[in-house]
């Protein structure tokens, strides 16, 4: 097959792959943007790989960064842009189902390609366009079926990533999981407890923001992978009632949001004890909390002023938006009137903090002054209060006498 058009993407970098092979190496586009050209989807990365081995690869061009020179990749600063540049590599035994213990250049390209994962992530693009596919990927593409590349239960145990990986692309994609590949990945499953767990946070958070989640999910809980994933060891249940739930064209607006309807299903009464099993960030930990939170209390009360004032329109709108998917009634129009009445939205915007109080009314620092600090931060907020110095002044002149 070839390419009669190659997108710009590859054409802004097609002078590298003419240098590479001026100076006497072969040089192709392969991985998942070659995928994504014959998908018709967006290209994202751009990666080449070269039979140059590392310092060969350095010699050919003026300025390059060791990025990862002892797996072979090498990152070359030229024509504008940066692109990253990987000697053809085999790779010897996995030692902890994840990386190898050591890599060998090679150069042949088809013993690159086979150490992808699918069929379908192992093609090359050369220069003219012509698609390299070693691995019958082309016809699998055409099935929309991810297949490993060789022997599946060989793919699987080096990387148990690649589970996970699978899931995504079945998610992303929309492709079906072949049959012998699909129960190498069930099979392998309990190797996920030895993956990082930031890791596999990568991939299920890309599952879940994919268009086809739900192929996704369907896949995990069918393999029972999820038993192996922090916290979600009895979740079947409740991943299928996820599934059953929310409405069938669903999509999730943000990792925050996807997060917080996975931690609903769950019924997760300590978010981020939860959260930080899967090495998230304490500023993702917080908003997942505060949009579950949103979402529980919406389910018995109309939202008010201090509700728009503690969470923000933003986290609002994404739980009320989640309120949608389970088919319950919402009012954005509310939240956009309520965020518009508000007269301050955080409370460094009051025209007074402790320190003035301190200076002029003679407070002390301690419980006292924070619990007034508080009742003005709340009347103000109301629209009970003025945002302004005198007005303060006088209101906490009166609570005093």
Known sequence: MKLNNLPSEFQEALPILKKIREAGYEAYFVGGSVRDVLLNRPIHDVDIATSSYPEET?????????????HGTVLVLEEGGEYEITTFRTEDVYVDYRRPSSVSFVRSLE???????????????DETGLIIDKFNGLADLEAKLLRAVGNPAERFNEDALRIMRGFRFAASLDFDIEPDTFTAMAAHAPLLEKISV???????????????????????????????LPYLENAHDNL????????????????????????LALDVKDVRVFLKAWKTSSQFQKDVE????????????????????????????????????????????????????????DKHEIVINGGVLIKELQYKPGPELGQVL???????????????????FDFIRKENK
């Not at 629209?383 to 110095?389: H, P």
């Open 198 to 228: 930031e890791r596999s946070f990568i991939e299920f958070d890309k599952l879940l923001m994919a268009p086809f989640w739900r192929k996704g999910i369907k896949a995990m809980i069918t393999s029972q992978a999820q038993k192996y």
């Open 58 to 70: 350095k010699s050919i061009f003026h300025r390059t960064v060791d990025v990862g020179i002892e």
């Open 290 to 345: 505060q949009i579950v939170a949103i979402y529980r209390f919406r389910l018995e009360n109309e939202l008010d002023k201090m509700e728009m004032y503690r969470y923000g329109s933003c986290l609002i709108e994404q739980a009320e938006d989640l309120r949608a998917g389970y088919g319950l009634p919402v009012d954005f129009k509310r939240i956009e009137r309520l965020d518009k009445e508000l007269t301050i939205h």
């Open 240 to 263: 299928q009632q996820l599934l059953d739930d929310l409405a069938c064209n669903y999509h999730f607006k943000t990792s925050e949001q996807a997060w917080a309807a996975l931690l």
């Open 374 to 392: 508080k009742e003005i931060e709340e009347k103000i907020v109301l629209g009970e209060l003025a945002n302004d110095k005198e007005a303060i």
């Open 111 to 125: 013993e690159d390609l086979k150490r992808r994962d699918f069929t379908v992530n192992a093609f090359a693009l």
